[in-house]
Structures are given as C-alpha cells and as structure tokens.
C-alpha cells in the first residue's frame, strides 16, 4: 500500500460557509467556524485528521462524520450521526473479516469503491480498459486540505487511475458535500461506464425506512413511506432531467423516528440529468446509499490525461426527527446553495409575482398584457411575468419554439412598450423561455434539423409537438446562450421563467461520434449550468425560475443557478397542500412558486374561497396567475389585504423554520403548518380543514419553536379563534395550552400571526 500523507498546513480562519482548517501539531489538523444556526449554540466545525490512527473526523452544527483508511488501505466509514464530544477518539479502521461468500471487500462499509476485486455491492466507479481488463481496486494515497475542502485521493493498485474524494462540511447545518473526480493518468483512453459520487454508509441496525418523493405532471411530490429489507431499491431517472417521477433525494429515519424526534440521514444529488440513487441493505444487513450519474445507457470516454467531475451529493443527519431534517435543508438552501446576488443576508426575498399563463395562455398581446399588469399592481404584485406565446409564430404549441424573435402581430413595437408600462406601475418585467427546446414548425429546426437529439435516420419522438435541442453541442449551446443574452441586453427583464415541456428520447448525438455520443448525459447539463451561470455573471439582476411541466426540474443542481421554481402546473389550492407538504420535506419555502389562479381550476373543477386559494399559495412564494379580468371589486380587495398581510409575514415564510404541524398525509382531514423567523419576533401559521365530521372540532393547534419564556400576541388575519382565546401569552402557553380555531365545514382556512412582545 502507498501511503505517502500530504498535509498543508494552513491558517486558522473563520468561514461563511464550510469549515475552514488548519493544521495542529504533528500530524493533526483542524478546522474551526462559527455556531451553529438553529439556536444551539455548538463547538465552531472542524475538520480532524488523526496521521497516527488514518482517521479523518468532520464536525459541524449537530453533525460528526468519521472515516478511516483501514489496513487494505481501503477508505472505511466509521461513524456519521449526532455530533460526538471534541476528546471522543476513534480507534483505527480496521476492515470486516471474511465470510464464507462475502469477502471482506464487499461487507466492510467504504467511501467509494471500484467494481473489481471481490465486491458484489453497489460500486461507486466502474471501468473498462482497451485490453478488456474491468478490474479496479481503490486505494487511499493521500490527502491534502485546500481551503475550506478535504481532498482524498485514491488509486487503483496498479494502473494509473486516480479519483479525487472531495468533502466539505457546512457549518450551519453539517450538511456535508462529496463529489469525486476521476482521472486517467493512464496511456490509453477508458471509458467510465459507472461513476458515483459517492456512497453513504448508515449505522448498522435493522430498522430503517426509507422515504423518498414521486410523482407525475400536476402531481409532483408525493411522500413514501418503505421499510428497508434486504435487498436494494434503485430511484432514478433515464429521462435526461431530474423529473417528477421520483426526486434526486432520500431519507432514512431510525427505531420510529417521528415528524420531532429521533434519528434522520437524508440526503440529495445535485443534479439535472439522469441520476440513480441505489438505496441498498446488504447481506450483513447494512444500509448503504449509492448516488450518481445514472449508469444506464452510461459510458463517458476518458483520454489519457482526462477527468470527470461527478455531481454534488449531499447527505446529512438530524437527531430531531424529519422536520429538522427538513428545516437542516430549507436552511442550507438558502444560505449556502441559492445564489446570493451579492446580498450578505441571504438570497433575495422573492418578490409577489403575476404571472399571465392561465389568464391568457398563448394568447398574449400588448393591450391586454398591459390591462393585466394595471390590475396586478393594484393588488401589491412586484413582478408581471408575461408566459408563453410572445415569440416566433407561437399560436398554440405546435410552432414556433426556437424562433426567439418578438411576434409582430403581437407586439407591434417589440417588449419595450409593455415593459415600460409594467415599470411605470412599480414592477419588475419577467419573461418566460423555453431554450433547449424546438418545433418542428419553426425557422431554426428547418434551418438545423441536426441540433436535435436524435439518431440518424430513426424516427425522432415529439412530446407536446416538440423535439429536444442538443445542448451538449457546441453551437447549440452558443446558439442558446446568444438569444438570451440579446433578449437581456435589449430589454429590461429581470426574470426568466425557463421551462422544459417534455422528457429525452432517441438520445443521440451523431456529431459527437460513436466513442463519445454517450457523453451526451453529461455535457448537456454541464451546458445548461454554464450558460446560466454565464448569463448571471454578465447580467447580474437578472433571476431565474426553474420550470418544466410543473415542477419536472427542481433538484440541489438546479438550485445553485435559479431563483425559484414552479411547484406544479397543479394551482388546485387543495391539490397544493399534499404537492406542497412532500416538497417541504426536500426543498425550501423560500424557493416554492405558488400562485392564486381560479376557481375551479382545470384540474377538478372544485370550488374553493379566494382567501382559501391565499392562504395556500402564501405557504410558500406568492404569485397570483388567476385571469384578473373576470375577477370582482370584492376579489380585488380581499387580493389587496391578503398580499399585503404576505408581504409582512414574507421573511418568516422565505427564511425562518418550518413546522409540520398536521400533514396532509394518509387522508388526514386537516393540515396545519407554521412558520418561525430566524430572529423568534414572529410566527405565521396556515391551518386548512379539507372536511369536518360528525362534530369533531379542528384539533387544537399547539406550535412549536417559540421561546417559552417570552410573551407573544396572536393575530387571526383569516378565520377565527376560539372566543376564549387570549391575545397575549408566554411561549410555553401556545405550544404547551396550545389554543383552537373555529373551522367548520368543507375546504376552510385560517392564518395567524404571533409577534414577541418581550425581548
Ligand atoms: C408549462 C408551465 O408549467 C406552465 O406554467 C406554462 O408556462 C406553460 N408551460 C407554457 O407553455
């Protein structure tokens, strides 16, 4: 085993996001950053590593993560749960004996291994070489600490293939990010035919559950509830995107974890292609959770000197129960992951927007955009965002994407008119795009029909009468990059919806040649990242929404490049809650588009208040997308307040801890959430009641996340209290006494403020 250890000594310092580290003494070093974000006040992270016994310790929040390099030089997981004290030492690795059929390689818990040898799990890397050798055994090199990032470096025992492991720790939260990078130092080209991030390793026990997110158009989020047995459950999607089908995240929660106790492992990838997450209990009973590239239909060519980058996976524990490992999320999200627009507080709080899409579908035009924009202003809205239909010969969705020209019959004088109404009236301008996308009746597919996905001379799949640009390609990638620019350069827009209306298919990429078509999982993506990051860094106002279909791309990949995203094309405000409950458990409020449309929706033509319809959407980030032409003075009034009440309880919604209180989950006839700001000034709470029963009340609404000893006054702004209930109370009484609401009835709702009145 070659085990030369490189340690950089670098300087103490604190850091804003990950743990910083520095070296102590001989052979020892350490990390330091500030407390923990959640009140606790914890020991500042670190980053350990121990050059007598090979062990590696993280600390960050309420997190520890151990690994060591064990006496086959195998990196090993020794421990990843609830923060450890700083003087708890680890003895050395050391790997599992052999058994009978299972060698040692496959049941000693490891970092990341190579498929060769005698290993029959899940692999994090798989190769193959030109002679047809597909051997590959990793082994620990060396390490080195780089700023606020851990890097270890494994090798395959004989030929040059190096994989760089990196880890970094966030102190907030000890949320923790691995991503590897392979490389060939080898002389000849491989291919990759399965590449990981990485692998998590649980403690061993018996009794795990797994939870994860499915679902489909206008049902996105579903939550599931398995119990973990012996064998293994793949999530994954081939489709070329991230999907709705199932979700790039997973928890696992311990001996019956609750919604505020017990022990949590979450995680999720970031990542907007095709990703696999195997989820596997071996036969030692041992949990392991394997995520990456999806290795289907994978094999990414490395020349000599070459490397791939894998996705960022993150992984990380709660000892509170899945609603801290939600609120560990939500929290990282925004302060480590969204992007900040240069604001040191966080990102921007998402202003109300309009959006036209339901109101006018495709048939937008400049006087009645402006109509519209007269009417949303008047209700509080900050943004007018006009959707699809401006462009090309865009009548319906049979033509016109790819044609990124303004529709003269539409719009006379091009956007500018309209956008400089929608600014006089106080708004910003949002514009909706749909950039990797063709019809076949367009100008650019009859002058391109080889920038699509396909496979010469095979049929090419339509999906909403549309074929998927190539982004992978250079000039499409340049193409694409070229008229968002213009239309930025040319325009005030300080907001681009960016949909995705359908799935890959037929993924080729003749161009690329038959060595490296199947690069193609990898480059589009790297290229839809690129051109926005390159858009934000040359037009830094402007933001993005990420759409498709509804919310067919949220993932942590996506979310480092855009602002928001669409939750559904669901706006049933009932439907919303379940969407919204399951989206809770991954994602952030802050990030969750949720607009007020009308009643009934297309949905399920079901009849639901204005105020119901206000109370939902204000869960997450308000947006109105209801035809505000059909709507009544009462409507507009009831409008006014209702965003009027958002906008003061906005920063406890975007920003604070979220609490499930009641889960729309199982049938349950009522959901209740609260929301806590980061500061404990201010509570917003939204109960909903789906159907009373033989006259049962509402169950009373006991909060959680207050300070006991301080005095808080409660607000109903929807709905009503009990008449005995006081104004004013300690902590301790409205999460211990709790109180109740008077809702009765089908399809009710409520909301309710608390603000501290004592320091
Ligand atoms: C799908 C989106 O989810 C909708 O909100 C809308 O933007 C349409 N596309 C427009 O075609």
């Not at 970092?111 to 890397?125: F, R």
């Not at 060519?301 to 609603?323: C, D, N, W």
């Not at 204000?618 to 009027?644: C, H, R, Y």
């Not at 902590?731 to 399809?747: I, N, V």
Request: proline share 5%; charged share 25%; aromatic share 12%.
């Amino acid at each position: 085993m070659q085990n030369p250890i490189e340690v950089f000594a670098i300087r103490s310092r604190r850091i804003t996001r990950f743990a910083a580290g520095v070296v102590l003494g001989a052979g020892l070093f350490c990390a330091s950053g500030s407390p923990s974000f959640l009140g606790a006040q914890t020991a500042p992270a670190s980053i350990n590593f121990d050059q007598v016994t090979m062990v590696f310790r993280l600390d960050a929040s309420g997190t520890t993560y151990v690994m060591g390099v064990n006496e086959h030089g195998a990196l090993q997981t020794l421990y990843w749960g609830k923060r450890l004290a700083a003087h708890d030492r680890f003895a050395a690795a050391k790997s599992e004996p052999n058994y009978a059929l299972d060698v040692s390689e496959t049941i000693t818990l490891q970092e990341y291994t190579g498929w060769g040898g005698a290993l029959y799990v899940e692999p994090d890397l798989k190769i193959s070489y030109p002679d047809g050798n597909r051997d590959l055994v990793l082994k620990y090199v060396s390490n080195t600490f780089d700023g606020d990032t851990l890097h270890i470096v494994m090798k395959d025992i004989d030929r040059d293939v190096f994989v760089t492991l990196e880890y970094k720790i966030d102190e907030g939260t000890g949320i923790l990010r691995r991503s590897s990078t392979i490389e060939n130092r080898t002389r000849a080209p491989l291919v990759v035919e399965q590449a990981m991030s990485g692998t998590w390793n649980l403690p061993r026990a018996t009794d795990y559950r797994l939870r994860y997110l499915s679902g489909r158009w206008a049902g996105e989020d579903n939550i599931n509830e398995l119990p973990l047995q012996p064998g293994k459950t793949v999530l994954e999607s081939r489709r070329g995107t991230s999907g709705p089908q199932k979700n790039p995240w997973f928890a696992i929660d311990h001996k019956g974890a609750t919604e505020e106790s017990g022990d949590v492992w979450f995680g999720a990838l970031g990542w907007s292609s095709s990703w696999q997450l195997s989820v596997e209990q071996d036969s030692a009973q041992q949990v392991r959770v394997t995520g990456g590239f999806n290795s289907f239909d994978f094999g990414y060519r490395l020349k000599p000197g070459e490397r791939l980058v894998t996705p960022p996976f993150y992984g990380g524990y709660s000892a509170k129960g899945m609603g801290e490992a939600s609120r560990l999320m939500h929290r990282f999200q925004v302060d480590a992951l969204l992007p900040h627009l240069g604001d040191s507080t966080g990102p921007k709080l998402r202003p109300v927007l309009y959006n036209s899409w339901e109101a006018t579908e495709f048939r937008v035009e400049e006087p009645g955009q402006m109509a519209l924009a007269e009417k949303a202003a008047s209700i509080g809205v900050e943004r007018f965002v006009m959707d699809d239909g401006w462009f090309g010969q865009r009548k319906d969705d049979h033509a016109g994407l790819g044609d990124w020209y303004v529709n003269k019959q539409k719009f006379p004088n091009g956007l500018k008119p309209l956008i400089d109404k929608v600014h006089s009236l106080n708004m910003s301008f949002g514009l909706w795009v749909e950039p990797e996308m063709v019809n076949p009746d367009s100008d650019l597919y009859r002058r391109h029909p080889d920038w699509v996905l396909n496979f010469p001379g095979r049929p090419r799949s339509e999906g909403r009468n549309q074929l998927v640009l190539n982004l992978a390609r250079p000039d499409v990638r340049a193409y694409v990059f070229g008229f968002l620019d213009k239309l930025l350069s040319e325009n005030d827009i300080a907001f681009f919806k960016w949909d995705y209306n359908r799935h890959w298919t037929e993924p080729g990429w003749d161009a690329a040649g038959p060595e490296n078509e199947k690069k193609v999982y990898v480059e589009f993506i790297r290229n839809y990242y690129s051109v926005m990051e390159e858009l934000r860094k040359k037009h830094p106002q402007v933001e993005i929404e990420s759409c498709s279909s509804g919310g067919g791309r949220v993932d942590m990949g996506v979310m480092q490049y855009t602002d928001e995203v669409w939750t559904s094309d669901n706006t049933d405000a009932f439907d919303r809650l379940t969407i919204q409950n399951g989206f809770s458990y991954a994602y952030a409020p802050a990030v969750m588009m949720a607009w007020v449309t009308d009643s009934p929706t297309w949905v399920n033509y079901r009849n639901l208040s204005l105020e119901y319809r206000f109370l939902s959407s204000m869960q997450g980030s308000l947006g109105i997308g209801a035809n505000l032409n059909k709507w009544t003075p009462e409507d507009f009034s009831k409008a006014k307040a209702m965003v009027a009440q958002y906008k003061k309880i906005r920063e406890t919604v975007q920003r604070g801890s979220l609490y499930r209180i009641l889960k729309p989950e199982n049938g349950s006839e009522q959901s209740l959430t609260e929301s806590v700001s980061r500061d404990g000034k201010q509570a917003a709470v939204f109960a909903f009641l789906h159907s009373s029963r033989e006259l049962y009340p509402f169950p009373r609404i006991y909060l959680q996340g207050l300070d006991d000893n301080a005095m808080y006054s409660l607000t109903a702004f929807a709905g009503k209290l009990a008449p005995d209930t006081p104004s004013s109370a300690s902590g301790s009484y409205w999460m211990h006494h709790g109180f109740d609401t008077e809702l009765r009835g089908d399809f009710q709702a409520a909301g309710f403020t608390l603000e501290r009145t004592t320091p």
